[in-house]
């Protein structure tokens, strides 16, 4: 039987072959390696997609968390409150800088930050809070952001958000945010990308600056940089999939639908819980996550990658139980909706290019793993 993937890069490839091996023939021409024209193309592309002012390529969606945390003045020794629930990045490009990650749970139906506890872990020495939107959806940012005292800056980690909105507002209008295009992200490159997005004109610039050894203009150093740069063959890659992005972001919302069809059965019955999207909430679905309370859910996933369906665990270990973050302190039991969250999900195999027969074989050998 066919395997049926977590997410289906060469599908989503044979859709834009030829535009992406003229574009890399335009680049080839130029010799326009690192930043460029395509670069610069992008970047005004994704702002508009995106409705914010600016956005600047960097290398990764770490560097972009990091340099966003440093732009709005986050420095060694500072707190940001994240989420314990998210991908490792997020606390990465934090404890890189020198700062301190402060964890705080998340909420029990979305996974996502919860923002009483965000506000309630800020001190006087918090410099910066980061939501994360995870899995597709927009964590509540305009309350907690207007909520927060004065000295206190959102960051927002959007590297699974492309597209998505709430209450009709984009990642990073107003604010600042930070996005990987990672190639398994709904917006994907062939290889490492990322970019920073803000309205503020000074901050892009710093970023811009930061990203690029501390300049603005050929050897001027202004400020000790870095190098982390957008690449113009990625770029090419970025055009072609950003033209469909609201395409394939749709067929992902119809897939999802689809699943809330299929599974409403094993919802009902309790052996699923179904993800929810309220109201204002424009969902992507860069991952369609389900919890199986009552399940041995690493045997479930097993058993499902078994017969051919790849399902994944977005994430398995919270941020303060892995040994990388032991030293924070946080024994098991201390964020328990991050625990029971890294428990009890798993994720089904969701991508624009996922067929309604797909999702039916997903949904009976689930249905037959859970009994
Ligand atoms: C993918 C991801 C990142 C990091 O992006 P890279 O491009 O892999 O460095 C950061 N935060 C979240 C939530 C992510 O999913």
New binding site residues.
Partial sequence: MDQIPLVDLAAAHAEIADEIRTGFDRVLARTAFVGGEEVAAFEREYAAFGGVAHCVGVA??????ELALRAVGVQAGDEVVLPAN??I??AG?TARLGARPVLVDCLPDSYLIDPDAALAAVTAATRAVVP???YGLLAPVAGLAAALPSHVRVVE?A??SQGATRDGRTPGSGGIA?T???PG?NLGAYG???AVLTDDAELAATVRSLANHGSTVKYRHDIAGFNSRLDGLQAVVLRAKLARLGAWNQARRDAAVRYQELLADLAAAGRVVLPGVGEGEAHVWHLYVVRVPGADRDAVVGKLNAAGIGAGIHYPTPVHLTDAFAHLGHGRGSFPQAERAAEEILSLPLHPHLTADQQQRVVDALAGVLG
């Fill in positions: 990764n969606g770490t560097d972009a968390v998210t991908f990045a997020t490009a994360v939107h995870l980690d590297a699974q930070a990987s295009f990672y992200k490492d990308a990322g």
